[in-house]
């Protein structure tokens, strides 16, 4: 499968508890992107690399998030101190080229945060 | 403001029957693109289609259709002769070409159900 892929698939944890995420895009892609899905919403733009560089972030990354792209390969994305809120699907994508081009899914990692 | 508008939440049709996804768009960017996804029950977003600004054409690809009018902001999706394996939410999704170079603005979706 060369698609892009994402680790673990479901995380359940407490509140108040790091976790991280990882995805490995697709091998020759130069941009990767967090997004985040809540129940009955398209998903939110979170952050996005090209190559190593993180070049933007949302509002919506509260100072409890990090992300990282070590090598301009696989990436992590970091929630410390999980609160409820936190509870979604984490999707990462990958896109080749110029910014406007489209954007290929991984299956998402879905977080519960009790 | 750049924002997408799904109005339809959920649709439900049966096997076999046309169907049509509104997708509204405001952005005050003269370039952009626009896109759907197809979100299956598996979960996994599956790109659709890409369009720019610049080309209003038409496209048809097997039984799906779009449908581009700038002068009503929208980009609709027609399924024809649906399938239960049609069935998923779809996501209309919109990229500017100045300003965020990440950001895609997706809509909240529709659901759509095809029932046998």
């Known amino acids: 499968d060369t698609g892009v892929s994402q680790d673990p698939r479901h995380k359940i944890t407490k509140r108040g508890q790091n976790v991280t995420f990882r995805c490995d895009p697709i091998s020759e892609h130069n941009r990767l992107y967090w997004y985040r899905q809540t129940l009955g919403q398209g998903p939110e733009f979170l952050t996005y690399?090209?190559?190593?560089?993180?070049?933007?972030k949302s509002r919506l990354l509260s100072d409890r998030f990090s992300a990282e792209r070590p090598k301009g390969s696989f990436s992590t994305l970091e929630i410390q101190r999980t609160e409820q809120g936190d509870s979604a699907m984490y999707l990462c994508a990958s896109s080749l080229g110029p910014s406007y081009n489209e954007q290929f899914f991984g299956p998402g990692t879905r977080l519960t945060v009790l | 403001a750049q924002k997408v508008t799904q109005a339809q939440t959920e649709i439900s049709v049966v096997e076999k029957e046309d169907v049509t996804l509104d997708c509204v768009y405001e952005t005050r960017d003269t370039t952009y693109y626009l896109f759907w996804y197809k979100q299956p029950p598996s979960g996994e977003l599956v790109f659709l289609i890409r369009?720019?600004?610049?080309?209003?054409q038409n496209e048809i690809s097997g039984r799906y259709s779009w449908n581009f009018q700038k002068s009503t902001s929208s980009f609709n999706f027609t399924i024809t002769a649906s399938q239960v394996v049609d069935s998923a939410v779809y996501f209309c999704?919109?990229?500017?070409?100045?300003?965020?170079?990440?950001?895609?603005?997706f809509g909240k979706g529709t659901k759509l159900s095809v029932k046998p």
């Open positions: 690399f090209q190559n190593e560089a993180q070049l933007e």
């Open positions: 999704a919109l990229k500017n070409y100045g300003g965020s170079q990440g950001n895609l603005i």
């Open positions: 369009r720019n600004s610049f080309d209003e």
